[in-house]
């Protein structure tokens, strides 16, 4: 495979789907390369569930699964596994973790956006959690990393969901999400590939509502229409669609750091 062909090589802000894509936006940088990093976006709803985390100052402990090893994992760490939704417990919903009482630090398993992150860091990249209720400040954080040296590169990686057999399902929400992070980088209109020019266009999109809507309800009606919205909404967790819908809400940058994200405002340093 040629890297700089399936890597966007030619430009400093990239845009694919899933741990695939992210592995072939960074093609031949080697381990730990500082000049290069990662956004990950899974909007509905572990990058959310981050977002709302560390906005409270939780520490959030990726994992790919919940089982024995991810409950070891939080008993090393002094952490609350996450649960899956339906204990109504705390969980990878958003909801769940903003109203969770004494809450210091999370394990949060994710088949998508806490896999993607972890095999990321794994590999040596820097990885930041962007969804839409962050969208401007990772934005901000973007910009300055692409500023303090001309040959920085960001990849934004679209987290997407699981068909049944466990192939990438794109899903509408993390390209609007990717979208919303690719069109709040100011200065660097230049530097998108075309498939993050086309990300940033399916954001902008979303955001015209055709009756006239102000773009914040023409967002959250689309992003309660589109098929994982549905699902969740089916299932009683409409309530998390919402926050997810919350543009620009949050002014904190989710860093994964040692295996945690920790929350970082977009003037700091990377």
Known sequence: ????????????????WGLSGARALRGAAPPGDAGFLAVVVDVLSFTTSVSVAVDRGVEVFSFPWRDERAAHH??????????????RDVSL?????????????????????????????????AVVAACLRNAAAVGAYVARFLDEDPGHVVAVVAGGERWPDGSLRPAVED??????????????????SPEAEVAAAAFRSACDGPDGRDAPAALQDRLRRCVSGRELVSQ???????????LDASG????????????????ESH
């Open 74 to 87: 939080a008993a090393r760490h002094g952490a609350t596994l996450a649960r899956a939704r339906s204990e």
């Open 236 to 246: 009683g967790f409409g309530a998390d669609v919402e926050i997810a819908a919350e």
């Open 93 to 125: 919903s958003p909801a769940s973790l903003r109203h969770a009482p004494g809450l210091a630090r999370v394990v949060l398993p994710s088949p998508n956006g806490s896999t993607i992150s972890l095999s990321l860091a794994e590999d040596g990249v």
């Open 175 to 192: 390209l609007w999400g990717g979208g919303a992070v690719v069109a709040a980088v100011e200065g660097h209109e230049h530097d998108l």
């Open 1 to 16: 495979m040629d890297d700089t062909v399936f890597g966007q090589g030619s430009a400093r802000i990239r845009f694919d």
């Open 252 to 267: 904190v940058v989710p860093v994964l750091v040692d295996g945690r994200f920790v929350g970082r405002r977009a003037g």
